[in-house]
């Protein structure tokens, strides 16, 4: 009792009513949408590998039929017939000359400046590039030299047209060299475990005892993380860099069933979440309040290729065969309720939001919750509604005197005169004398209360307990909503909308 005179006496009589059209598979506001982009948007092909913003605010995709170019509006896809060295793009990014490479699998570069595609036809120099293996990673330095690394130790550096090529002995066989940034603009250079700094004296790499054999990095760059707290996908888990590698920290270890090779992008938005793509496990966001843990799943079932947020704080997701995936700004400050938090289910119908700092909900078993927007407390109640199956709430509301209104398949119930009981009210019985279902109520002008209901439209005014049916008994019809307005009562059911000249 002591519960449910605490959820009765801290309805606002202020109150903004969403009454759910059909099931809610969880708690969350549904404005925000998930797009998927695909061939038939103008995309080069469904199987997206990488995705970047250059200087000039255009979205660049990489995948296995070209690469396309996005304005914010339409898509525009290049290919080899254009001038890409190869239509299989893993890895796109901009230099300091702004010009956009294209890392490939064949090995072979391109890349695209002032409207033109440039390849080993018209500038020379990138036949000296070729190194006959895929690439890796990328960097650019402060300097504007290009770094790149592929598949067998294998290193090369450009500075202008002048490129020059690295190859060495190490005792870490891998995927190739990965690059860090501890400091704006200078790269650290990471064999899996081995770190290693660039003699650009001698112009070579030597192996670093300093740093090698903490954590082993096999993982690409954390694309636009913060440089003061960026965080590397190892093969122990989730590393948060310091400014040296004295100061690196394990944030999450990865379990026995976890590993590396699933995790692929990660970006870290600075306000304690980590975002990270998976192969197998869907778009995993950590939440780092007290310890770091996965908080919220996303896009579960899609194998995920590389994450990335633009400047406008929409995230893009690239993926294998299933498209493009868009999650616009503002996502991120969604939080999630459902039955493991407490409530009666994942089935949910109907939301009131009370006041500033609380919300109810309706649910499919006759559950009505109250959530605090505040510490995010659920506490539930739930209605004697009778009959298993046929008890969803399907409308929330408060009248002017405060009382709680709730509709169900079963009825209207109230807690009459603002008190802890609540009373089923029979508005307008069926043969089997059962209420028939509400899909609606909605607060008059005058403070009256409309019940839409399953055959037709009550009434009851504020001074008085007693139900009216406004509709004659022929013109009952399945109910959904309605509305006062000056001109009269606007009526929404099967049969379409209607305006009913209401007079007393």
């Not at 309805?11 to 998930?34: E, N, R």
């Not at 122990?236 to 995790?263: H, I, P, Q, R, W």
């Not at 009459?416 to 059962?434: A, G, H, M, W």
């Amino acid at each position: 009792m002591k519960q449910k005179r605490r959820i009765f006496r801290t309805l606002s009589i202020l109150i903004f009513i969403l009454t759910a059209i059909g099931p809610v598979d969880k708690l969350y506001a549904q404005q925000f949408t998930i797009r998927n982009y695909s061939p038939s948007d103008g995309l080069a092909s469904s199987n997206i590998y990488c995705s970047i913003q250059d200087s000039k605010g255009f979205m660049w995709f990489g995948t296995d039929a070209g690469v396309s170019r996005f304005d914010g509006r339409r898509f525009e896809s290049f290919s080899m017939d254009e001038g890409l060295s190869d239509n299989e793009v893993f890895k796109i990014f901009e230099d300091k000359q702004n010009r956009i490479w294209f890392l490939t699998l064949s090995g072979r570069l391109s890349f695209f400046q002032n409207g033109i595609f440039y390849n080993e036809s018209n500038a020379p120099f990138l036949q000296s590039v070729f190194l006959g293996q895929s690439w890796v990673d990328y960097f650019v330095d402060e300097s504007g030299k290009i770094w790149l690394s592929a598949v067998g130790n294998k290193v090369i550096s450009i500075d202008g047209d002048i490129v020059r090529r690295y190859q060495f002995q190490s005792r870490f066989v891998g995927n190739g060299m990965v690059f860090m940034e501890r400091q704006k603009g200078k790269p650290d250079f990471y064999l899996g475990s081995v770190n290693y700094v660039f003699d650009d004296k001698n112009k070579r790499f030597i192996e670093s005892d300093k740093c090698s054999g903490k954590f082993s990095f096999n993982r690409t760059k954390a694309a636009g993380s913060d440089l003061k707290s960026i965080i590397r996908i190892c093969a122990e888990g989730l590393v948060k860099m310091g400014g040296t590698c004295s100061g690196d920290t394990l944030l999450y270890a990865f379990s026995n069933t976890e590993s590396e090779e699933d995790y692929n992008a990660i970006y870290y938005n600075g306000n304690g979440e980590i975002w990270v793509s998976t192969r197998n496990q869907g778009l995993l966001i950590f939440s780092q309040r007290d310890s770091v843990r996965i908080n919220r799943v996303l896009l579960k079932g899609v194998i995920q290729n590389s994450l990335f947020k633009d400047r406008e704080g929409n995230f893009w997701i690239a993926s294998q065969n299933k498209g493009l995936f868009m999650i616009p700004s503002g996502f991120k400050k969604i939080t999630y309720y459902n039955s493991t938090d407490g409530l009666p289910s994942d089935n949910l119908f109907s939301l009131a939001s009370i006041g500033n700092d609380m919300v109810m909900v309706g649910s499919d078993n006759g559950g009505v919750s109250t959530v605090s927007l505040l510490n995010g407390i659920v506490e539930n109640f739930y209605l004697d509604t009778q009959i298993p199956g046929q008890n969803r709430v399907l409308s929330l509301i408060t009248d002017s005197a405060n009382t709680l209104w709730i509709g169900t398949d079963q009825g209207v119930f109230s807690n009459k005169e603002n008190t802890d009981v609540l009373v089923r009210y029979p508005i307008l019985t069926n043969q089997f004398s059962l209420p028939y279902s509400v899909k609606n109520i909605t607060k008059g002008k005058d403070g009256t209360i409309f019940i839409s209901h399953f055959a037709g439209i009550a009434e009851k005014k504020p001074d008085d307990w007693k139900f009216v049916n406004l509709l004659k008994s022929q013109e009952s019809i399945r109910t959904y909503s309605c509305y006062q307005a000056s001109t009269g009562l606007y009526v929404s059911n099967i049969q379409g909308l209607h305006l009913y000249r209401m007079i007393h």
